[in-house]
């Protein structure tokens, strides 16, 4: 891939802020399409692999027979309480995304739209297992989302 050629970035949330955010103010030289769940994200990559995935994290608006993740498990992790299961299911969908994609065979860089701020401890565990994830706040702006996506991928800004 030439450095002139648009980046391919699959934006997979379960709205359309990040979509209509990275298409407006994040968009020179860059391509979107979007997801809107994690098995949607999965059959497009299979059909055209992005140069890079932006994952949301939480996912509170998807139907709950899209959410990835096995409710029994979850369940069982959090003592039978199945409200806690839900929401931690919609609130780390993201990550069950990530696991999906993994699996599937994608290995490109991903950038997870949270603030690991607070949980750098977590994210550190994270990266130590997929070393091609980052993240980006989800209250960052154009430019702090551009370097992102750029350094991610590997390319500076001329």
Known sequence: ?????????????????????LTTFVAAGI?????R???EASRQIAQARPDLVYL???FDRTPESALLGS????????????????RFQQDNQGLFILRALRESGFSGPVILSYDFG??????????????????????????????????????SEE
């Open 1 to 21: 891939m030439s450095s002139t050629s648009p980046l391919e970035v699959l934006v997979v949330e379960d709205g359309d802020e990040y979509l209509t955010n």
């Open 31 to 35: 391509r979107y399409r979007q997801a």
């Open 37 to 39: 769940s994690g098995a």
């Open 56 to 58: 949301d994290m939480r």
């Open 71 to 86: 409710m029994v498990e979850l369940s069982a992790r959090f003592n039978g309480d199945v409200g806690r299961a839900r």
């Open 118 to 155: 607070p949980e750098e401890r977590r994210f550190r565990g994270l990266k130590a297992r997929d070393p091609a994830l980052s993240y980006c706040p989800d209250y960052a702006d154009a430019r702090t989302i551009r370097a992102a996506i750029m350094q991610a991928v590997g390319r």
